[in-house]
C-alpha cells in the first residue's frame, strides 16, 4: 500500500506492522483487525505507532477471545490436524464469521462504496468485536 497508489484500502490482520508509514501520515482507508494483545498500550506497539499516522478513514478492531492463529484457516482445521483450541477462546467457526463480516463490510464499503453501518459502532450481534483504541485501552 505505501508503494503503489493503485491499492485503495488496506487491512492488517493481527500482524506486526513492519513497513513504516512516513511522518507525514497516510490517508487511504485503513483497518486493524486482531486479537487482545494489539490493544493500546498492550504488548505489540506498532498498532499504537502507525495508529497516530492514519489520517484517512480508519478503524482499529479487537475481537475478544482470539489468538494470533484465530486469523488463519489452522482453528477450522484443527480437528483435522488434531490440534486442541485453546481454553476459553472463540469457537473457530465464530472466529471465522467475525472475520469475515468485519473484511467483508471493510472491502464492500471502500471497493464497492456500499455504506457499511457495522463500521461505525459496536454491534449487539457481534459483542466480541471491540472498537479501539478507546474501547480496549491495556490495563
Known amino acids: ?19 513504516r508509514i512516513p511522518k507525514s501520515g497516510f490517508s487511504r482507508p485503513f483497518m486493524f483487525l486482531g486479537s487482545a494483545q ?15 499516522l492514519l ?7 479487537v475481537l475478544t477471545g482470539t489468538e ?7 482453528p477450522l482445521l484443527s480437528d483435522a490436524l488434531g490440534i486442541k483450541p ?12 467475525l472475520t469475515r463480516t468485519y473484511v ?8 464497492k462504496s456500499q455504506r457499511q453501518p ?3 459502532k459496536p454491534s449487539s ?4 468485536a471491540k472498537f479501539c483504541p478507546a474501547a480496549c485501552a491495556h490495563s
Open 104 to 111: 467483508a463490510a471493510f472491502l464492500d464499503h471502500h471497493l
Open 118 to 120: 457495522l463500521l461505525d
Open 38 to 52: 494489539h490493544v493500546s498500550g498492550g504488548p505489540a506497539p506498532t498498532w499504537d505507532r502507525d495508529w497516530k
Open 1 to 19: 500500500m505505501l508503494e503503489d497508489p493503485r491499492v485503495r484500502a488496506g487491512i492488517d490482520m493481527d500482524g506486526t506492522a513492519y513497513a
Open 55 to 61: 489520517y484517512g478513514w480508519k478503524r482499529w478492531i
Open 125 to 128: 450481534r457481534y459483542p466480541e
Open 68 to 74: 494470533h492463529q484465530s486469523f488463519t484457516d489452522t
Open 86 to 97: 485453546l481454553p476459553g477462546g472463540l469457537p473457530a467457526a465464530r472466529t471465522a464469521e
